[in-house]
């Protein structure tokens, strides 16, 4: 009797994930159309490539060497995000295995050369957030006006085929958990 009812349990647990599953791909779908067009895949691709890292090793590099003391321990809590994000984001992507959408679903096409072949979690959006929370935590007027290109980095990394919403969702939310963890504990 109990394994009729672990059965049902099993099988509305799968369709429900069924439907989350779908719903993803849907929206992958609706915001890679805007791959038809080589202006914004153009101005994406950019945005994109800030979040690769250089823009942030910048960042932090100018920050240790202009922005005084303040500047260092900013500059050397990014550092520890940078590190402690690494190892758990090629965890998680080789732990989880996600075949980016270019690969499972025929009618999205990548826009740009991938990094590495799984697409769960984005990590071009889990550092960023880290790095613009942690930097936020410290500069918050000027953090403000990272959270456009954060935005932009998840929309285009969705939208140039390389990521599920669900990638950029989880990396946001690791990204946010791990620079406030810094910020806080620091």
């Keep these: 009797m109990?394994?009729?009812y672990l059965l049902l349990?099993?099988?509305?647990r799968n369709a429900r994930r069924d439907v989350w599953v779908e719903r993803d791909l849907h929206w992958a779908?609706?915001?890679?159309?805007?791959a038809r067009y080589q202006t914004p895949v153009k101005a994406l691709v950019i945005i994109s490539k800030l979040g690769d890292g250089l823009f942030w090793y910048v960042l932090i590099a100018g920050?240790?060497?202009l922005g005084?003391?303040?500047?260092?321990?900013?500059?050397?809590?990014?550092?520890?995000?940078?590190l402690l994000n690494l190892p758990l984001y090629f965890w998680l992507k080789h732990s989880i295995g996600r075949p980016r959408p270019f690969?499972?679903?025929?009618?999205?096409?990548?826009?740009?050369?991938?990094?590495?072949?799984?697409?769960?979690?984005?990590?071009?959006t889990l550092h960023a957030v880290a790095f613009a929370v942690v930097f936020s935590w410290h500069f918050p007027l000027v953090g403000a006006a990272l959270v456009p290109?954060?935005?932009?980095?998840?929309?285009?990394r969705v939208a140039l085929g390389l990521h599920y919403p669900s990638d950029v969702a989880a990396g946001a939310l690791i990204g946010a958990s791990v620079g406030l963890g810094v910020a806080l504990l620091y």
């Excluded at 349990?9 to 509305?12: F, I, M, S, T």
């Excluded at 303040?70 to 990014?78: H, I, L, T």
């Design 2 to 4: 109990q394994s009729k």
């Design 63 to 65: 920050l240790a060497l």
């Design 149 to 156: 290109l954060v935005l932009l980095i998840a929309l285009s």
């Design 9 to 12: 349990d099993r099988a509305l």
């Design 68 to 82: 005084g003391t303040n500047g260092r321990d900013v500059a050397a809590q990014m550092s520890l995000t940078a």
């Design 103 to 124: 690969v499972a679903c025929p009618d999205i096409r990548a826009c740009v050369r991938a990094l590495d072949k799984f697409s769960f979690p984005s990590g071009h």
């Design 29 to 34: 779908q609706w915001l890679h159309r805007v």
